[in-house]
């Protein structure tokens, strides 16, 4: 969605989840649940407990975020947009200059559970695991709740959220968070 939108109003996009190079950076005294994860294999990461997966991703996220920042910080100004799961609410919500330039898009548990397991990608993950099914659905299952406590967070803020579900498609999804932002209605 963030490309769609790029493309249609111009603007540069920053790939959290693409911006792992930050990895070099990581401190293990800074950074200790990144650092650790990243020491960690697929099979360690997905088959710990849910409760330990759903702390680590959110610590994970929380040390990430000052990075990013950095990152952010440093590109030529221009319009940007900035997208990833490591965007945490609250984290946000204190560099920003007012709520309207942030917005949360969360899908809900059914969509995640019927897209997912289409993403290649994803499936070539868990089968590095001692048990693909078990490690699949601990994903899921971790990634379902982190989705639940973004909402809880972002509406503590009173930030706004965009809930998908699979009623509108990827374009009409991105024409509300356009409309959100107040970019300019032009055609595509």
Known sequence: MSELIARRFGLDVYHVDKAFEHSQR??????????????????????????????DVIACYQEHFALILEDVCSLPKRP??????ALLPKAVAEVLSR??????VIPTAAFQRMHYPRRDWALNI????????????????RDIRFAEWIEKEASALHLPLLKVDGNRTVKENAELVAIHFDLALRKS
């Open 126 to 141: 868990v089968a590095q695991c001692s048990n693909p099914k078990e490690a699949f659905n601990n994903w899921m299952e």
């Open 99 to 104: 709520q309207s330039r942030a917005i949360w």
């Open 26 to 55: 990581f401190d293990p005294i800074r950074h200790p649940t990144l650092t650790k994860w990243l020491a960690s294999s697929w099979n360690q990461r997905s088959m710990q407990p849910l409760d330990t997966l759903v702390q």
């Open 80 to 85: 940007l947009l900035v997208e990833g799961t």
